[in-house]
């Protein structure tokens, strides 16, 4: 269940000091652990892990563990929903957690969160380092709701300190209900392997019709177009997907244009 903790969020990636830091308010099944082991556990992993059902101390172990662990899975919607079902109009940013601070792609995430708060959206991000902070910040700085949804890795990490409401999530799945549930748009800044999977994911609810009327904004002409002139070229000439799948994707080359394609395309009341 829910558990509420205030307190300012002192932990920064970046070396400006953080004047105003807004107070945090932290809900969730888990309080984000920092621990010196390079390598622990986590939840999802102990979820995922194959067990030998031969054995037979094993095998009772994983029928009742992974029975009652639904209870847990149970509770951490509850939590999400809850904490999350005051947000009104918001947009999910997913991005490189691997993005230093003053560069020019941090700099994107910065503009991206202050313009699409400044058109009055609530900014969910993954919570963590790089264009998560960066589009944190922005949305901090023009006084929007500054979302992180983080995540239990196997390795030391923080929420960003630009987060306002963050909630911290055991299991993969359950976050990115939270992240398609809570927003009218996605826009993607430049990424790796998690913020594919974003992508994708996103991509594979609105085909199947089971998201309606949701943008999708790729921003950065350069690094995203590659990729997209694969997915026209391979996926659709290879009748992979229909000609009318391109038209599920955006791109253009400022977080200016990101934000004007979102309040022209996402469904708004
Ligand atoms: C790798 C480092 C920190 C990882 N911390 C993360 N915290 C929260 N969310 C994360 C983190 N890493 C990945 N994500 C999610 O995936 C996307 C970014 O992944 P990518 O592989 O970097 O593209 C992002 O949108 C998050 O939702 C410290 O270096």
Not at 29 to 50: F, I, P, Y
Not at 202 to 210: D, G, S
Request: charged residues 25%; contains cysteine.
């Amino acid at each position: 269940m829910a558990d509420g903790e205030s307190g300012a969020n002192e932990q920064s990636t970046n070396d400006e000091p953080i004047l105003d830091a807004a107070p945090l308010r932290h809900i969730g099944a888990t309080q984000v652990r920092v621990s010196g082991d390079a390598e622990r556990t986590t939840t999802d992993r102990a979820l995922l892990q194959w067990v030998d059902p031969r054995d037979p101390e094993l095998a009772d172990r994983r029928r009742v563990r992974d029975s009652w662990r639904v209870l847990r899975i149970q509770s951490e919607f509850v939590a999400g929903f809850d904490a999350l079902s005051g947000v009104a109009e918001a947009v999910t940013v997913f991005g490189s957690a691997r993005v230093a601070p003053g560069t020019p792609e941090y700099q994107m995430g910065v503009d991206l969160g202050r313009g699409l708060g400044e058109a009055g959206f609530a900014v969910i991000t993954g919570g963590g380092p790089g264009a998560m902070e960066a589009t944190n910040k922005g949305a901090f700085e023009v006084g929007a709701q500054s979302i992180g949804l983080n995540i239990e890795l196997p390795f030391e990490q923080h929420i960003n300190p630009y987060v306002t409401l963050a909630i911290n999530f055991r299991y993969f799945f359950v976050r990115k209900t939270m992240f398609v549930k809570y927003s009218q748009a996605f826009v993607c800044l430049p990424g790796g392997i998690g913020t594919l999977d974003e992508l994708f994911e996103a991509l594979t609810l609105v085909q199947t019709r089971k998201v309606l009327r949701f943008p999708i904004v790729l921003v950065g002409r350069d690094f995203w177009g590659p990729l997209v002139d694969w997915i026209k070229n391979t996926l659709a000439a290879d009748g992979k997907i229909s000609p009318e799948d391109l038209d599920l994707l955006t791109v253009v080359d400022t977080p200016e244009d990101a934000v004007r394609v979102v309040c022209e395309k996402a469904v708004r009341p």
